[in-house]
């Protein structure tokens, strides 16, 4: 790889960045394989800051993942955001906005968490703020769910956004939804 980057860095044609930003992506979602997302998160920056159109979705999304087994769902959440914003690819829409839902999800867990702690101290005041910013990104995570389903025709990215939606009613305790987008 780096061998492959000092030659790509080395030419300034227009082609070579595009293939340099590639190869950074390609390089960064194997160290997320491997579990150094701290790395993957650094290669991905320098995708970013190349500023190569249709490769920027593609590193905001990887970026959203290292953030995401980071458990940085803050940060997750913005990549993913940026993402959607970035593409209009009804396929890439939907995985995007699956893990979006995911990163809310996990927002919401660790908000539930928080909130029980908070509960056995007795602080009433952080236990109402902790529900509002839950409630707010379940909300969310509710929405971005039914937003993947309305872009997917891939009938295993349906079944694992349906089952990601219904994990998050049933963990919530959420009354039966509908759970085809209207």
């Not at 928080?114 to 529900?131: A, D, F, W, Y």
Request: without cysteine; hydrophobic residues 35%.
């Amino acid at each position: 790889w780096q061998q492959a980057i000092r030659i790509y860095q080395s030419q300034n044609r227009p082609e070579n960045k595009e293939n340099l930003a590639r190869l950074l992506i390609d390089q960064a979602q194997a160290y997320s394989a491997l579990g150094q997302q701290q790395q993957a998160i650094i290669l991905l920056q320098k995708v970013l800051a190349l500023g190569e159109g249709e490769l920027l979705q593609l590193a905001r999304g990887s970026l959203g993942n290292a953030y995401f087994a980071l458990g940085e769902y803050k940060r997750a959440i913005a990549a993913y955001q940026e993402s959607i914003r970035l593409t209009q690819n009804p396929q890439i829409l939907a995985s995007s906005w699956m893990n979006l839902g995911n990163a809310f999800t996990r927002s919401v867990e660790r908000y539930q968490r928080q909130i029980k702690i908070e509960k056995e101290e007795g602080n009433t005041t952080e236990v109402s703020r902790l529900e509002k910013l839950k409630a707010q990104d379940l909300s969310e995570a509710y929405l971005a769910y039914q937003k993947s389903l309305s872009f997917t025709n891939d009938s295993f990215l349906k079944a694992q956004t349906l089952l990601n939606l219904g994990h998050l009613e049933l963990s919530n305790n959420l009354p039966d939804h509908p759970l085809e987008p209207q």
